[in-house]
């Protein structure tokens, strides 16, 4: 039993509760996909362009470059692997406040506790992404935790020394965010030392033991700002810029900007957040309960540790030293947690980004967690009524377990529409000539981008054909106009896009363009027909001229997409099925083929009333195979839903060079 509720047991159980009951439903999201194909398909080559050229992290390649081979495309092990490096973070954390502060052991407890459940850190289900940012900063603070160990333990200062140092280049060189927690060192070397030694001499003491980390961070900075050229090529140092221009207004609104993240969102919004979760406006009934019943139950399991824990005699004992030492270590632990938030925020103060605990920028509350943990469990330590401080940490921890459940569980239903977005994919895309883009809409999705999608196609397609590393670009049209990629979709035009591991150098005449509406499905739009579709955004209704659907090969050559097992089973046939296979049949010139499917799609359901023009396909089946009177039957059915598509089924009709019915409005007859 007293090793069930050791502090490290307890971490890994909150870890598991709070990231790891819905790993089974999750799969990959935002940059693991790029991370996947710069390592598997592009290699060395691709990882150096990423993380060198394209985001200023030198040294982070050889994490993937070692890891995504041995893990491969195995989502449950990302996330299992994932979780496991937080927990390592939260055991260095751990040991680090027991090594500075061995009377604070419940304070430690808390503060490692909140540290795993800290809510405001919402992407830890992008595997790829949070595995690295744990793995450092278990470098980080396994690197104070044994300088703290050579302090204590003089005959190894040297082995200690040399591995802190050690871990701590690796967190300096490889991620930007965790560098200036690195200026927590002395204040931690000083408590030490006061500790140990007294306030005499301590001053001297802890600029000697802190000199061989000043040494290192100060010549790792010089490297970073003179040596290493592409320091600031992503990010510019905006902050810096409006001090110089306008001194007093730049001041006062960074001060104003510190001020709201360290005592707003990376603390009091951030476990405000937790608490509220269940009762956001929004939810679902499931997703109310799920995010209830995880948060409650728990609580509960937190209430009954903390409840054994401090009746341990080990929990008395320290109780008793407090006592008598006016709890002073949980007092220098509130002063460094404070510190780290202060220290916490400059990569992201500078560069004007934005920190707040939600969605993707939620990843630069990253650096915050350390002080905001500290802070918040020296404070319910220092409570006066323990009961109530046990009872409120409890509820605080459960209900952050529920908020980061509530985050897994987007993931989870943006992973089944993703998954089925691209089986839709793979329906009207059997196989594609090399070099074609694919334009789109955008898909009502937060988790993936334009760029992601660009690269999980290329890692799909690459799987398949070795040689096809990246052939293709998967590009939403709204994207391509605003980045600037090109004014607009006029056939013909060469354009370059970055896709953070290489550019993909593509043509506006050589796409094949789809529409996606939410309810509805992805279809291929046909540039005689959707060019005039009044239904169509103008944007899309522009692109669809573009659209050349010969580029899609039906087989043979090509390069061809089949979907790995972690998608799931391919779902059953429907419309969205009926009418790609459909338009591959009228384009191999099967018209029979092209009926069947429309006979079926029509056994199965009369009309798709959220985008009729899927029955175009079936419409033309049935006009080459001398089945007039079902096509216009069909005609009628798309108008009834969908009055304003005149102008497209009259040009479906003069394309086959049959004479258009009268119900339709058409120019000329």
Known sequence: MRKFFSAPVILLTASILGYGLLIPWLGFALDDW???WTSLALGLPGEEFYFTLGNNRPFTGVFYHFLVPLFGMNSFVWHLFSVLMLWLSALCLWGLLRLVWPRAGRAGLYSGLLFVLYPGFLVQYTPLVTSHMWLMFACLLGSLALGALAQRRPRWWLPATAVALLLSTFNLISFEYLILPELLRPLLIWFVERGQGGAGGALRRTL????????????????RVFFFPLQMDKYQLNVLDGLLAAPLQTGLRLVGTIGKNVVWDTTLRAWWGALSAPFAAGLGRWERVLTLGVSLVAAGWFFLVFRIANHSQT?????????????????????TGLTGLLLAG???????????????????????IFGAALTAGALFDLLPWKRVAVAGLALLLGFSAGRQTLAANQFRTEWELHTRIFHELAWNIPALEPGTTILSADFPLELYSDNTNTSELNLL???????????HGFFYLREMILRGVVPDFTRGRPYRRSLMSAYFYGDTGKAVVFTYRAGACLRLLDPQLDAVNPTLPDLARQAAALSRPELIRLSGGGNRLILPAMFGPEPAPDWCAFSAWAGQALRAGDPLAAADFA???LAQQPMETKDVMLAAPFVEAYLQTGRGADAQNLAR?????????SAPLCRLWERNRAEAPGFLTCAEK
């Open 34 to 36: 790029t991370f996947l």
């Open 208 to 223: 000697k033991q802190w000199l061989p980390y000043a040494l290192l961070l100060g010549g790792v900075m010089v490297w």
């Open 315 to 335: 929990s008395r004992m320290e109780l008793q030293t407090k006592r008598e030492t006016g709890q002073g270590d949980t007092w220098q632990i509130l002063i």
């Open 346 to 368: 400059w990569p992201f103060w500078l560069t004007g980004l934005t920190v707040e605990p939600q969605g993707w920028n939620s990843r630069f509350t990253l650096p915050f």
């Open 461 to 471: 397609i690459w799987r398949n054909n070795p040689s096809a590393q990246y052939d």
């Open 599 to 601: 006979d079926r799609a």
């Open 637 to 645: 059915e798309m108008l009834a839903v969908e009055p304003g598509i």
